[in-house]
């Protein structure tokens, strides 16, 4: 496996800002997405990070909503952009490794609360 | 019709027991691979299993082992000697691999919460 870092772990913000949450991997990333999970639900994907160009977005995700960047393989970041209540999730970066099959695994977590 | 289907939305266990948490799957993919995950109150998602639809064995991984009945379309997780630290939700997860291009999407299961009893 790997360490998966996300920050912050946690934050508070209020309606109308915007928040940017880092993953950063230790080990050789092949792939990289982002998933939210909503109170009491499961996870979702928000898109697939694709490493020098543009997000691949999943059906009721925008880019001006959830701009993603990844500039490098190991490297991606997620911004939550004009906040609303709505928005208060868990934010979670997920990444295939290399040479690890078809396991995915995901990062600690950003729980955000947006008020 | 939901692809991933936990039809236990909790689950109490008395310690050093055994457990099996529930799921099913619905796919016309052949190809596929599904996961379990544990995520304690704390939020982060910890990979536990990972079992592909043509693997011939059961996936095992210490204490976790998956009871995958591919006719009934079942992948159970069997938790042994349960721990106080089991305490948690857990999601099986499917991702349907296609024409094996790689679609990484997970589509995940509502959950089950665990409680280990003392």
């Known amino acids: 496996s790997a360490v998966i870092s996300q920050k912050p772990s946690r934050d508070i913000c209020q309606r109308g800002t915007s928040l940017t949450i880092q993953c950063q991997v230790d080990s050789q990333v092949t792939m990289m997405f982002w998933y939210r999970q909503q109170p009491g639900q499961s996870l979702t994907l928000i898109a697939t990070a694709n490493q020098g160009s543009e997000a691949t977005y999943e059906s009721g995700f925008v880019i001006d909503k959830f701009p993603i960047s990844r500039p490098n393989l190991t490297f991606s970041t997620l911004t939550v952009s004009n906040m609303s209540p709505e928005d208060s999730s868990i934010y979670l970066c997920?990444?295939?490794?290399?040479?690890?099959?078809?396991?995915?695994?995901f990062g600690s977590g950003t729980q955000l609360s947006v008020l | 019709a939901q692809k991933i289907t936990q039809t236990q939305p909790g689950m109490f266990v008395q310690e050093k027991e055994a457990v099996t948490l529930d799921c099913t799957y619905d796919t016309s993919d052949p190809s596929y691979g599904l996961f379990w995950y544990k995520q304690p109150s704390s939020g982060e998602m910890i990979f536990l299993i990972y079992q592909g639809s043509y693997d011939q064995q059961n996936a095992t991984e210490g204490r976790y082992s998956l009871n995958f009945q591919k006719a009934r379309k079942s992948a159970n997780l069997v938790i042994s000697a349960s721990q106080l630290g089991d305490s948690a939700m857990y999601f099986c997860?499917?991702?349907?691999?296609?024409?094996?291009?790689?679609?990484?999407?997970?589509?995940f299961g509502k959950g089950t919460k665990l409680s280990v009893i003392p």
């Open positions: 997920s990444v295939k490794l290399q040479g690890t099959n078809e396991k995915l695994f």
């Open positions: 997860a499917m991702r349907e691999l296609g024409d094996g291009a790689g679609s990484y999407q997970l589509t």
